[in-house]
């Protein structure tokens, strides 16, 4: 990574419009709520954010945004305004579930996160995040899955942190892991900071896609995340 690096970051996978955009060592950062009116002026408020750094969309070195799993609109959103600024640009793109995002948030541990995808089901998954978060992002330790949370069980007996908001949806969820739930942030939510945290690290190894390759991710729909074993 560049000390002149620019980047920018979406995340709108949950109820709240996240960008965050860097330059250098300088990290400006913009939220709002509810999302799907927030999108409306999508490009302004990434434009501001980088007018603040003294830069503009033509600085861009790459753009990064949350994949999802999560709200179908706001993941589309985000996967089209990356796809469009990174073919203006040529630039590439770092696709980062929005999941290993919100991991990242909790800081240090062992979490398991569970959202809310509506009609009875849930996006679940595992992440490990260190305790020197710059040196790897979180590590999936279960893959992401859509799962019926009326039955589902994480794997292991190691002790976690809940996220998300299925762990309020649906009450059987923490009764069934009463014995390894060591806190519940059910209103934590993804944040584009903690994005490009993950992303700068995928953008200095080369982990990118084209702007082709910048889709959604749509557990159940479209073919989820490749296994992972245990750790």
């Not at 300088?26 to 409306?40: K, M, Q, V, Y």
Request: charged share 20%; proline share 8%.
């Amino acid at each position: 990574m560049t000390d002149n690096c620019c980047a920018l970051a979406l995340e709108a996978s949950s109820d709240r419009l996240s960008l965050a955009a860097r330059r250098g060592t300088r990290l400006e950062h913009f939220e709002a709520t509810p999302a799907r009116t927030a999108t409306a002026d999508l490009y302004g408020h990434a434009c501001r954010l980088l007018g603040i750094l003294g830069a503009d969309l033509a600085d861009l070195d790459y753009v990064a945004f949350g994949c999802g799993p999560g709200s179908f609109t706001g993941v589309r959103l985000a996967a089209a305004a990356a796809q469009a600024l990174a073919y203006a640009r040529g630039i590439p793109v770092c696709r980062v579930s929005s999941l290993a995002v919100l991991a990242a948030g909790a800081g240090p541990g062992l979490h398991a996160i569970c959202i809310d995808a509506r009609m009875g089901r849930a996006y679940a998954a595992l992440y490990r995040v260190g305790g020197q978060p710059a040196r790897g992002g979180p590590v999936p330790v279960m893959a992401e899955a859509l799962v019926d949370p009326a039955a589902f069980t994480f794997p292991g007996d190691e002790s976690f942190d809940g996220l998300g908001d299925a762990w309020q949806v649906f009450p059987a969820l923490p009764g069934r892991h009463r014995s390894r739930l060591g806190g519940m942030r059910p209103d934590l939510l993804p944040s584009a900071r903690d994005l490009l945290s993950i992303a700068d690290l995928d953008f200095a190894a080369g982990r990118t896609v084209p702007p082709a390759g910048a889709l959604p991710e749509y557990l159940g729909q479209m073919p989820a995340s490749r296994p992972v074993k245990p750790e």
